[in-house]
């Protein structure tokens, strides 16, 4: 007998901690990650547009005869649609609706008036 009731209350403390265990919240997500702010100045933007020059050549011309398209003088707001279709995935691309994801409306608005000014 004493057995049988050590059993049952061995019982019942295991199924009270299993349901004290169930019954803590779940830990909360960790925060986003926290980037660091565009830098938008003329230096900044001359910086993200060399990330460019490796496909499309500096101040955005291509090498001549190259499949690449150039960038170098085009309207800012064609520059812009294009590489928000491509963030979108509206654009076919090999690499460039990656590269497109990773910049922000702001930069992605500074690169298209940077470009667009080159000549």
Known sequence: ??????????AALAG?????????PAPAAPPPAAFAAANLSESGV???????????????KPVPGSTVAALAGRPSSELAG???DFKAGKRPATIMHQVAKGYGDA??????EYFSKQR
């Open 1 to 10: 007998m004493k057995r049988l009731l050590a059993v049952a209350c061995l």
């Open 16 to 24: 009270g901690a299993a349901s004290a265990q169930a019954q803590q």
């Open 46 to 60: 001359r910086s993200m547009a060399s990330a460019c020059a490796m496909c499309h050549g500096p101040a955005g």
């Open 82 to 84: 294009l590489m928000n």
């Open 107 to 112: 930069e992605v608005a500074a690169l298209a």
